[in-house]
């Protein structure tokens, strides 16, 4: 079984990627970083998902700022507590172990055997980098959800992930990590759950799929006010890519920079033509098949 660190900041679409994570990896652990919603309630979030849902793995804190500190949560989309309507209650307790050490020393244990499912600002993987630059040659793999190609989400230019921590964002592209970037367009194609298939999914009637409505429906309000059919779910598709690599129907190695500087902070760029001379450092997906998210979603919340 593949071994991965799950990185997160804890809401709506990251449970059920974490979820499916735990279903197609042996998680080592869940590590939290400051973005969607207020940090400590996204590690109540994390540490609420792991006990509800029974995944046996422990939750590391994390950083709790971007590097640069200034970003805003986004309640609007997930809901005030990330959770949408789920009444999320104390359970469980989130580790002592700060998730930049908890990296550091698991990929440690793993040398060359763990993967890193990164579904949020990279932050922690950034500082865990720079604390011990040779995690590179002991991770095997970095799956990003993070990027816009051109439908910034935050702004104009910037997916959200990518907007929180654009340096970090930087940094970690630029160390040498085997990287795979999920951007949000990919997801906006593939991975909505429009009414048929939120109706489907209620009809499954299992613990998951109620949990699954619940913690999306407020991300749904907002998917569907931003003109999608359903919620969207960029998180899950990128543990899906990562598990599941049929569903990629496109995708091409580019070199991709992130802009830090302007009013485009956050901003992906990508060398499709090879323009900058500089070596690819990523595989970007550029399509992926919405009826194999279907499936691979509704088998896993079915039982
Ligand atoms: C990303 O931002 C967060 O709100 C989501 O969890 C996802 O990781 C989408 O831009
Ligand atoms: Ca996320």
């Known amino acids: 079984v593949r071994k991965a660190i799950f990185d997160s900041d804890t809401a709506s679409d990251d449970t059920v990627a974490m979820f499916l994570a735990s279903r197609w990896f042996?998680?080592?652990?869940?590590?939290?970083?400051?973005?969607?919603?207020?940090?400590?309630?996204?590690?109540?979030?994390?540490?609420?998902?792991?006990?509800?849902?029974?995944?046996?793995?422990?939750?590391?804190?994390?950083?709790?700022?971007?590097?640069?500190?200034?970003?805003?949560?986004?309640?609007?989309?997930?809901?005030?507590?990330?959770?949408?309507?789920?009444?999320?209650?104390?359970?469980?307790?989130?580790s002592e172990e700060h998730a930049v050490d908890a990296i550091v020393r698991l990929s440690k244990?793993?040398?060359?055997?763990?993967?890193?499912?990164?579904?949020?600002?990279?932050?922690?993987?950034?500082?865990?980098?720079?604390?011990?630059?040779?995690?590179?040659?002991?991770?095997?793999?970095?799956?990003?959800?993070?990027?816009?190609?051109?439908?910034?989400?935050?702004?104009?230019?910037?997916?959200?992930?990518?907007?929180?921590?654009?340096?970090?964002?930087?940094?970690?592209?630029?160390?040498?990590?085997?990287?795979?970037?999920?951007?949000?367009?990919?997801?906006?194609?593939?991975?909505?759950?429009?009414?048929?298939?939120?109706?489907?999914?209620?009809?499954l009637n299992t613990k998951t799929s109620k949990f699954f409505l619940e913690v999306n429906d407020a991300l749904r309000k907002f998917s569907?006010?931003?003109?999608?059919?359903?919620?969207?779910?960029?998180?899950?598709?990128t543990v899906m890519v990562a598990a599941h690599p049929e569903i990629v129907k496109e995708s091409k190695r580019v070199f991709i920079s992130v802009e830090t500087c302007s009013e485009a902070r956050g901003a992906m760029m990508v060398d499709s033509y090879g323009l900058t001379g500089r070596k690819a450092n990523a595989e970007l997906v550029l399509g992926c098949d919405p009826l194999t998210f279907r499936r691979l979603l509704l088998g896993e919340l079915s039982r």
């Open 26 to 94: 042996h998680l080592l652990g869940v590590t939290v970083v400051a973005g969607n919603v207020d940090f400590l309630q996204e590690v109540r979030n994390a540490v609420f998902t792991v006990e509800e849902l029974g995944l046996n793995t422990d939750v590391y804190p994390g950083s709790r700022r971007p590097i640069l500190g200034k970003w805003r949560t986004v309640p609007e989309v997930h809901g005030a507590n990330g959770m949408g309507s789920l009444n999320v209650v104390e359970k469980g307790r989130a």
């Open 224 to 237: 569907k006010a931003q003109g999608n059919p359903g919620s969207v779910h960029p998180d899950t598709l």
């Open 109 to 203: 244990e793993y040398p060359k055997d763990v993967e890193v499912l990164a579904v949020s600002p990279l932050t922690n993987i950034a500082l865990a980098y720079l604390r011990d630059p040779e995690l590179v040659d002991r991770v095997n793999k970095v799956w990003i959800m993070g990027g816009a190609l051109w439908r910034g989400n935050t702004t104009p230019s910037a997916e959200f992930n990518f907007w929180v921590d654009p340096e970090a964002a930087s940094i970690v592209l630029s160390a040498g990590f085997d990287v795979t970037v999920v951007p949000w367009e990919a997801a906006e194609m593939c991975a909505v759950v429009d009414d048929e298939l939120w109706t489907e999914i209620g009809g």
